[in-house]
């Protein structure tokens, strides 16, 4: 089963510390804007979402690239699957960041880049004490979010 | 080479008005860190602490840390600087928020403004493009509209920093605030902002940061991470601030009725626990500043029909003066006058306190209903939500009020209901069941701070991490002790000096991090090399001295060294702090030897020597 990024909006403080550091890993420098997963805090609707790319199964991304500089790379060994940006064949010219409906693909110092997993080891996940953003096999945290519906649905069934 | 530091200062003169970004001064960084240490450095170096606090020769300073904007935990503080308009002291009040990982990003440590403008603008800086705008149409508008309205006509994801109604009125406990709740909240510094006539400040940055040594940075990050995962933490997560009441209790301090008694028998109305189950928008959590692992803010919802309301907070500070001080005992009283005081730009702690003060007043009949305008007892909630409304406007007995407390008392023949120090208000801690927070209260530079001497920690959560007093070897801190705090106490303020000048929230250390934390973090980040232990609490101990000096040459002496005469003469009735007094008279002259000033509390020529002090 594959692992991806699991978000649980609920856990969600709105910190940005997955910003923060996934900016530093991969350009060197904190700024939010080189980040490749944002979270958009709503202070008056005590929420916080944090937006990353979701590893389509089929990338919009993948298909608008003329320059093929997007593939998608599975590990058979740590069961990782991962849609990837090579840099040496992109050009820069951003089709991809057209294509994503997500917005999570981006050309920045003069290169498409986005979420890569940082090799199965997310630095974001890494930060996020709340645990609103985990690494784990997508199908458990369905699971988990079922589960949590179906719990609601008791109290409320209950108190009723 | 400037790493974690910006390098760039930028000052307004609002007066002219003119604009001008001048390179950081490197010895300065270096000795004083930033924060609150730059701020210090350059208000005593360019300004005379004598002069009106709210003239146009008084300075605003926007200090923000090496640290802030980059990955180190909670590292998201700016220190607000000025001559206090409430206290006629130093004034430095520190806020979390994005606004200063904006300015960081924009590409400056420190942001100056002098003089003062002639009609009301507001300072928007894109970057490197800066420029003072008309602010004339956002008068009388809350913080949380102004805030609205500047990014509306400036950048979507612009931070702002403002005043409120409070701030142009100049009520002298006003708030300079940033997103949509977050305060630079003692002493005044929003009022000094109205003064200068400047509205807001915003700010959008796309420039990143860069550390000298990513390598030992991100490591140190990690130790500090992983240290910081425990479950005070937890606790805090899951209950923000309020979930200090429940300990403060323990201890008999909980302020009640103007600090009459620290024994509140109806303190479960008021919990952190309560709260989470009442009125929070969220169960157990709340929202964060940027990279804060805890995440204390709250956002509640109050329903009551008669004063309904949505919005950031209540803080423990908040529910300990709104809620036990003016024994209204209600969460939702407390949030919705905390909602006024977030939309005003205005200090809860000091705008309880006044309301406390004149309801002693009023009970022993020095204050009548005629001169207030209503009944004023303890527990008149109308009353509360009323007059923290007309105190931000200055309406009726509100322009009393809006004078603080000290004034107040003063005013009508009692100065002795004044609960404070310095003519700043107490914070929700009563210092006779905390025998450190009182010699904190009477010898914290900006006045009765409960922040700046945190010994007060140590008894409230686990003393076990408690590394910073490694050289004076003190065991578990008993809180009605007061033989141990005076080196105990002087240790802490310097501390949190340093913890006030890296840019991150000292909410990291008295929840667990350490000074090794934070020296790593800052010389990896910056550098430079601290000197160890022994350099990081002198470069603490030379910033404190300078905030004396400061003090000093306005006009303070050691006089102002002290608590209110209920505190010093009038033991505790009841309680676990039952018989206690502070016992300041055996604790303050230990203190003064201890830092190397004179009876008078004057640092001697060999202190200043020791500290590089020497030439100011």
Known sequence: MAKGLVIDISRCTGCGYCELMCSFVHHGEFNTLKSRIHTNVFIEKSTAVPVVCYQCEDPWCLKACPAGAISIENDPKTGIRVVKVHKEKCVGCKMCTLACPFGCIVVSDGYAEKCDLCGGYPECVRVCRAGAIRFEETEYGLAAKRKSVAERLLDSYQEG | ?616
């Open chain 2, 1 to 616: 080479m400037w790493h974690g530091w910006t390098g760039n200062v930028l000052r307004v003169d609002l007066s002219k008005p003119q604009i001008t970004i001048e390179e950081l001064d490197r010895s300065s960084a270096e000795n004083y860190i930033g924060g609150r240490g730059l701020g210090i450095k350059y208000l005593y170096d360019e300004m005379n602490p004598s002069i009106d606090a709210l003239s146009p020769a008084n300075k605003l300073i926007f200090a923000t840390g090496p640290l802030t904007g980059t990955g180190a935990p909670a590292a998201s503080r700016y220190m607000v600087m000025c001559k206090g308009p409430l206290t006629e002291a130093i004034a430095e009040s520190s806020a979390g928020g994005a606004f200063a990982t904006a300015m960081k990003y924009a590409g400056y440590d420190m942001i100056i403004l002098e003089g003062k403008a002639s009609t009301p603008v507001y300072l928007w800086i894109n970057n490197d493009q800066i420029e003072l705008r008309d602010a004339s149409h956002l008068s009388g508008k809350s913080s949380i509209e102004t805030e609205k309205a500047v990014i509306a006509e400036t950048d979507p994801n612009a931070k702002v920093s403002c005043i409120g109604p409070a701030g142009e009125n100049l009520v002298l406990f006003a708030c300079v605030m940033n997103d949509m709740g977050r305060a630079a909240g003692r002493s005044g510094v929003g009022a000094v902002m109205g003064s200068k006539n400047l509205k807001a400040i915003a700010v959008h940055g796309t420039g990143g940061l860069k550390v000298a040594d990513g390598v030992a940075f991100r490591k140190a990050i990690y130790e500090a991470y992983k240290t910081i995962d425990t479950e005070d933490t937890e606790h805090f997560h899951q209950l923000g601030t309020p979930a200090v009441l429940a300990l403060v209790k323990e201890f008999g301090a909980l302020p009640t009725r103007n600090f009459q008694t620290g024994v509140n028998p109806h303190w479960e109305k008021l919990s952190g626990e309560t709260l989470a189950t009442t009125i929070a928008t969220r169960h157990n959590m709340g929202l964060a500043c940027p990279a804060c692992p805890v995440g204390c803010g709250r956002v509640t919802k109050v329903t009551n029909p008669e004063f309904p309301g949505e919005g950031v907070g209540p803080e423990y500070e908040t529910i300990g003066l709104f809620g036990s001080s003016c024994e209204t005992n209600d969460l939702e009283v407390v949030s919705k006058a905390g909602f006024i005081c977030n939309e005003m730009g205005m200090d809860t702690i000091s705008a309880g306190a006044a309301i406390a003060c004149a309801m002693e007043l009023y009970e022993k009949g020095y204050l009548t209903e005629k001169d207030v305008g209503m009944p004023l007892n303890f527990g008149n909630s109308e009353a509360v939500i009323k007059l923290t409304e007309d105190m931000a406007l200055r309406k009726g007995f509100g322009n009393v009020l809006a004078e603080g407390s000290y004034r107040l008392a003063k005013r009508y023949g009692h100065p002795e209901f004044f609960m404070g120090s310095k003519k700043l208000d107490f914070a929700s801690y009563d210092p006779r069941g905390l025998q450190g927070m009182g010699l904190g209260y009477a010898t914290n530079s900006r006045g009765a701070c409960h922040i700046r001497g945190e010994v007060h920690d140590l008894t409230l959560y686990s003393v076990k991490h408690w590394k910073i007093t490694k050289d004076h070897n003190v065991g578990p801190v008993d809180p009605l002790r007061w033989d141990d705090k005076p080196l105990l106490g002087a240790d802490v303020q310097d501390w949190f000096c340093i913890i006030d000048s890296c840019g991150m929230c000292n909410f990291m250390f008295f929840l667990a991090l350490d000074e090794d934390h934070a020296r790593h973090l800052i010389e990896s980040a910056t550098g430079i090399d601290m000197g160890g232990y022994k350099g990081l609490m002198k470069t603490g101990e030379r910033i404190f001295n300078l905030e004396r000096l400061f003090n000093l040459k306005a006009g303070l002496t050691s006089k102002d060294d002290t608590l209110p005469k209920r505190m010093l003469e009038e033991p505790m009735p009841e309680g676990p702090a039952k018989g206690m007094v502070v016992h300041l008279g055996e604790m303050l002259p230990e203190y003064y030897k201890i830092r190397g000033w004179t009876a008078d509390g004057v640092p001697t020529p060999e202190k200043l020597k020791e500290l590089g002090l020497e030439s100011v």
